[in-house]
């Protein structure tokens, strides 16, 4: 699972009714969110699996539980915390919130370092400090649970034409192959 694109998916209304609640719901399942918000994807990739590629291993950087590869990313954590505001879990957003927070808190140096990346596992300090869009994200997700408001996603919600929200289909088909419809 990609969860940035699921999570825009929420965000930006794509995932619609019962859709985003399974996406939700599966990310707090399955733990994306801990030891902080939140992994780049679930569930990494291992060697010898059929998405594995040797280049994963140069420098070690996507090695299971590190950067792309099932690491924590404190900017995908302020879009997970933003998309449980968009869909009314405002407990969870301010749990995720406070977690995020730590995340961001965490420096190698220095204390509120908003690091690039952290373990998916140990969530121990791993990338560049001081990155602007680790910050930034936390700053819009503090705002949106704050506040219950979501800048720029909002409002391309409400200029979706009426047209597009009448002819939305947001149950799940299946073709005589077995795959979707």
Do not use: C
Request: negative net charge; charged residues 15%.
């Amino acid at each position: 699972v990609v969860v940035a694109g699921n999570l825009l998916a929420v965000l930006t209304g794509v995932a619609d009714g019962h859709r985003r609640e399974h996406i939700l719901r599966y990310m707090l399942q399955v733990g994306m969110a801990e030891p902080y918000p939140t992994k780049a994807i679930y569930p990494p990739i291992y060697p010898g699996e059929n998405h594995w590629r040797d280049y994963y291993r140069s420098r070690n950087l996507n090695i299971p539980h590190q950067y792309h590869n099932g690491g924590i990313w404190p900017m995908v954590g302020g879009f997970h915390v933003a998309a449980l505001v968009r869909h009314g879990w405002q407990h969870h957003a301010e749990q995720m919130l406070a977690s995020l927070a730590e995340a961001n808190r965490q420096g190698t140096t220095h204390d509120w370092a908003f690091n690039e990346w952290l373990h998916g596992t140990s969530g121990h300090p791993m990338g560049y400090e001081q990155q602007a869009w680790s910050a930034a994200m936390f700053l819009y997700a503090e705002h949106a649970v704050r506040t219950g408001t979501l800048p720029l996603f909002d409002e391309l919600l409400a200029a979706k034409p009426v047209a597009a929200v009448a002819s939305e289909d947001n149950e799940f088909h299946m073709t005589g192959g077995g795959g979707p419809a």
